[in-house]
């Protein structure tokens, strides 16, 4: 159980200048607090544990083991961490890697300033942001398969969820209350037999449901 009422945020980015602007900005907004900030992985890996983050921004380009390859790993040693990916990328392979192994969120780096601090609390909440460009080109990617076993209108959920938005955001847009898109995520995980959201995504993606 978390006691802190900031949310704390760890930064692994190996630019300096970037990982220091980053942490300037966190830290002198009200509400959160920066508990670590490292070059890479492997210096983040000798303290993560302790500073037990809420949210951590990773990089993908990191000397030594990458940020995709270290999300895994970050993901085992602080499951309940949220890991938001801050890259110059857009390639789609990385969008996926990075989605299927763990990332909470997708953000590029000339993502405005207050929209990552936003994107920290919008996946406190159950979000899982993307800039618009990743979220296009992830809904773009999707072609659907007729054969699908999800209903129409849980399709249109977990196509929303596949775009990050919160179970709240999405009840809000489509009208309907917050259990009602909690029971449709129940089922949308039963028929794709899966457990979680990074899970279904997939399942949906490698079989064209979505």
Do not use: W
């Amino acid at each position: 159980m978390k006691r802190d009422l900031d949310i704390k945020v760890a930064i692994i980015e190996d630019d300096e200048t970037i990982r220091e602007g980053y942490a300037f900005l966190i830290g002198n907004t009200t509400g959160y607090k920066i508990c670590g900030t490292y070059p890479s992985y492997e210096e983040a890996a000798k303290h993560i544990a302790q500073d037990d983050p809420d949210v951590i921004l990773l990089d993908v380009e990191l000397p030594g083991i990458s940020g995709i390859d270290a999300l895994p790993k970050l993901k085992k040693t602080l499951p309940d961490t949220h890991i938001l990916i801050l890259t110059v990328y857009e390639q789609e392979l990385l969008i996926f890697r990075a989605l299927g192994n763990g990332a909470a969120g997708y953000l590029t780096k000339n993502t405005p300033p207050e929209k990552i601090v936003s994107a920290i609390h919008e996946v406190m909440e159950g979000g899982g942001p993307m800039s618009a460009n990743i979220a296009r080109m992830v809904i773009s990617s999707f072609k659907r398969n007729d054969a699908s076993p999800l209903t129409r209108r849980e399709t249109e959920i977990l196509e929303q969820i596949a775009t990050g938005k919160s179970r709240k955001r999405i009840a809000d847009e489509l009208y309907i209350d917050l259990e009602t898109v909690k029971s449709h995520i129940k089922n949308i995980y039963h028929k794709l037999d899966v457990h979680s959201k990074a899970d279904a995504i997939k399942a949906a993606r490698d079989n064209k449901f979505i």
